[in-house]
């Protein structure tokens, strides 16, 4: 059988650069399934990190061990593991910084969860385990679907996701093409209800474009993403940076791409993140196999952004810019032999941002994709 796997090759590419229609519509309900971990995942490891340098608030990462992820929280002088079931990767605070939502990646599929700031209660928000298919049989290949990157908006009234609306569809012969990921948004008061989200949840879908990275304005009314254009046969794929602005809880969102002073000013744009204030927003830009921190302001409602981006930091092998809770001070990931993070403080003088001297944190066998999220 012979199938398309270009949408593992772009997410993997993304890794190694390390309710819609109507409101809240009415679903039949389903009974939830919750996953117990083998052990008590409240009482995880606690470990000294190399730095003692005090980190205000609550910091989140994944650290990969035995090729599989748990959530780690980053917190004064220590770093303390959240979960140690493995599997769970891309954490994301809710406003109040008392729930974590997250994935749950199967070797077919992967599920969006949400679970309290110590690892217990765990809620299943999506579902897309093939019910009753033999593991690797073909008929397992043609029902994966996948969701990734859970956001919360600023509100915490919603959770926004990229998945898949189908399965894989046939491209001729026993060839088949995975669906494109496309915005999601689900309704946080549906959590725990055993109301899974279905197609209609979807937002938009733009063919043969995948979307990652979905980052919420302040104000709750703009969705800023990274989209990686399917290019069959191109070694790399065309990533750049789009936008949706939201009409909730309807479905009437318009969308497009970002634009700014120049036409490649956002291509190789990844991992874009709004500062809390919501006056900027800063990315990663992947070029020539060198990648960099970088921020401009935000973007207006039209998706234009009118200055030329600042360039953060001159590593050539930076990611997932990450923002304190006050704005003043940016996390980020350096990837080399092993992934280390830092973090700096972010001046502004005038309209001019400017990083301060990192301080390396730890180096360690961090997820970068997962990015970080930090609370207070």
């Known amino acids: 059988m012979r199938r398309s796997f270009y949408l593992l090759i772009v997410l993997c590419l993304l ?9 809240l519509p009415t679903m039949e309900a389903l009974p939830t399934t919750e996953a117990q971990p083998a052990v008590d995942e409240t009482q995880a490891t606690q470990i000294v990190v190399e730095n003692q340098s005090n980190v205000p608030g609550k910091l989140l990462f994944v650290r990969v061990e035995n090729g599989s992820g748990d959530i780690w929280v980053h917190e004064g002088t220590e770093a303390r593991r959240i979960t140690t079931s493995h599997k769970k990767y891309q954490p994301s605070w809710s406003p109040d910084g008392s729930q974590i939502a997250y994935i749950q990646r199967e070797e ?34 043609q029902s994966i679907r996948w969701a990734f990157y859970p956001r919360w908006s600023p509100d915490g009234q919603f959770l926004s996701y990229v998945s898949q609306a189908q399965t894989p569809r046939s491209v001729g012969g ?11 948004i689900y309704g946080t008061r549906r959590i725990g209800s055993g109301d899974f989200p279905t197609a209609s949840f979807q937002r938009f879908v733009q063919a043969d474009t995948d979307l990652s990275h979905p980052t919420w304005s302040a104000d709750g009314s703009m969705i800023v993403y990274s989209q990686a254009e399917r290019c069959f046969g191109c070694e790399v794929a065309d990533i750049q940076l789009g936008y949706a602005v939201l009409d909730l809880p309807g479905g009437n969102d318009e969308y497009g791409v970002l634009q700014g002073p120049n036409d490649d000013t956002f291509k190789g744009a990844l991992d874009p993140a709004f500062s809390p204030d919501g006056r900027w927003l800063a990315f990663t830009k992947s070029e020539n196999g060198y990648s960099d921190i970088f921020i401009v302001p935000a973007p207006d409602a039209t998706g234009k952004v009118s200055s030329a981006p600042i360039k953060l930091t001159s590593t050539g092998r930076s990611r997932q810019a990450t923002w304190s809770p006050d704005g003043s001070k940016l996390a980020f990931f350096t990837i080399n032999d092993q992934v280390t993070l830092s973090i700096a403080d972010l001046s502004i003088q005038g309209n001019t941002p400017s990083l301060g001297q990192p301080v390396d944190i730890r180096r360690d066998l961090f997820d970068v994709d997962s990015g970080m999220a930090w609370a207070k």
């Not at 890794?15 to 409101?23: D, L, Q, R, V, W």
């Not at 026993?174 to 999601?184: R, T």
């Open 15 to 23: 890794a190694a650069c390390s309710e819609a229609g109507s409101a």
């Open 108 to 141: 077919s599929f992967a599920d969006i969860w949400v679970m309290n700031a110590n690892g217990s209660n765990k809620q299943q928000v999506t579902n897309n385990e093939p019910a009753g298919i033999p593991a690797r049989s073909e008929d397992h290949v």
């Open 174 to 184: 026993d060839s088949y093409q995975e669906y494109p990921l496309s915005l999601y």
